[in-house]
């Protein structure tokens, strides 16, 4: 099984993955300049919008994170990783992808904006981070 998810290219991954992550980014910003509803995210769950700016800024702090941890684990920004290193990255990534796969079902739980088009996004870059996650870094 894992060959067959490492025989998909991982600079393609990483790509695809930093793309997301701007969807994402994307999104939450426009949430904070009030031109999408607060409502039709987090599962229509936000009482207010001053909620649902400090979550959207707290998702785009986390989401700038994964982009660089995607830049470094795809290998887009060359940096060399010893052994210890290169088994503490991918063991991060192969933790935080459960996380993700909640993510995705969440998606399909919350509201028609969040099934309609942020459930393929996630699902997308849940497989990209799932190609990047299985590299042998060691």
Known sequence: MLERIRKFNLRKAGICAIMIGGINILVHTLVIANIIPY?????GRTESFVTAQQIS???IVITIINILIALI????I???LNRFWGIALSAFLIITLPI???GVIQ???GTTFEKCVMGIVTIIGFCADTRI????RW
């Open 107 to 109: 998606q399909f739980l």
């Open 78 to 80: 060359p940096v060399k």
């Open 73 to 76: 684990a795809s290998q887009i």
């Open 39 to 43: 409502l039709w995210i987090n599962g």
């Open 100 to 102: 993700t796969l909640v």
């Open 133 to 136: 996650a299985f590299e042998k």
């Open 57 to 59: 800024i707290s998702s």
